[in-house]
């Protein structure tokens, strides 16, 4: 079997350095992500980086990245997958994963598009300016909230504020197991909270937006490629009327000062939610990371 072992912070560095160097990857590929979502395991083999990932008892093997011999590192995959006796399924595949796979192995998987997978990316020009037409509705928004809070202001997450930002999101949780008490928010908020705890050692960037002593919305995420930042979580009290448009166009902004040589936001995939996959597309995305999911032909009975 392949030695895997849990994505650490000691592994962050060396694990960069290939992603930073790969053509645009879907947001599974960010080191946070790997770190704070479920159990996230990796191997260094062949000059590139495998994963096996668990989420709620299901097993996954997301394309291998970095410049070595991913055929080679797939071989051992299929090699691991049938050591441990379950269904190879590799997810994460960008169409040029999806073309060497058919090359590599010629009908020996079967292979979908994962729609619900897909990231939305954005300019972060468009989002920093909120300019045209088709963005009208949004810069209302936020005219309005300005308007009736002419005071507000954002901040930088820091150690100075971390305790009112933790406060407001744990009141989020409450007020929406209250609304929505069928929903699931263990894993996402487990995520949030150990992302509180390596905040500095991701190298997590934050803003929270405040009117007074109230933290209204907070927004964070790390970068995920030379110019390409990662939008992992992002949440507003429900009753401050345009808090979310307000702390999306002020983190862009907030981006795009400190970091010039971001041009792209990725807002990540809307797991398949009519609602989220509506308010995704209302920000009018630059483009989609079109990902494709894969099973061997022979496991998939097994699935």
Not at 12 to 36: D, H, Q, T, V, W
Not at 131 to 153: D, E, T, V
Request: proline share 5%; glycine share 4%.
């Amino acid at each position: 079997m392949i030695a895997f072992h849990r994505a650490a912070i000691c592994d962050k560095a060396r694990y960069e350095s290939y992603l930073m160097a790969c053509p645009e990857r879907g947001c599974e590929y960010s080191f946070a992500n790997l770190f704070l979502w479920g159990r996230q395991e990796i191997a260094f083999i062949h000059d590139c980086v495998v994963f096996f990932s668990h989420y709620y008892g299901r097993t996954v093997y997301p394309f291998p990245i970095g410049p070595g011999d991913k055929r080679a590192a797939l071989e051992e995959i299929l090699a691991d997958s049938r050591e441990r006796g379950i269904p190879c399924r590799i997810t994460g595949m960008t169409e040029a994963d999806r073309a060497d796979l058919e090359s590599w192995f010629p009908d020996q998987f079967s292979i979908r598009p994962a729609r619900d997978s897909f990231d939305y990316v954005y300019a972060i020009d468009a989002l920093a300016d909120l300019k045209g037409k088709k963005l009208q509705k949004k810069r209302n928004h936020f005219n309005r909230f300005q308007a009736a809070r002419p005071s507000y202001r954002v901040e930088p997450i820091c150690c100075e504020n971390l305790a009112r930002v933790q406060h407001m999101i744990n009141d989020w949780y409450v007020a929406r197991r209250k609304s929505d008490p069928q929903g699931d928010y263990l894993l996402e908020s487990l995520a949030l909270a150990k992302a509180f705890r390596h905040f500095d050692a991701l190298e997590m960037e934050g803003l929270a937006l405040l009117d007074g002593d109230d933290v209204l919305a907070v927004t964070m995420g790390s970068r995920m490629s030379p110019n390409t930042f990662d939008i992992h979580f992002e949440k507003a009290r429900e009753e401050a009327e345009g808090a979310y448009p307000a702390i999306n166009c002020e983190f862009a902004r907030y981006l795009r000062l400190k970091y010039p040589e971001v041009t792209y936001l990725n807002r990540e995939d809307d797991i398949g939610l009519e609602g989220l996959r509506k308010a995704k597309l209302s920000y009018y995305p630059d483009h989609l990371v079109e990902k494709y999911h894969a099973c061997l032909t022979e496991d998939i009975y097994e699935d």
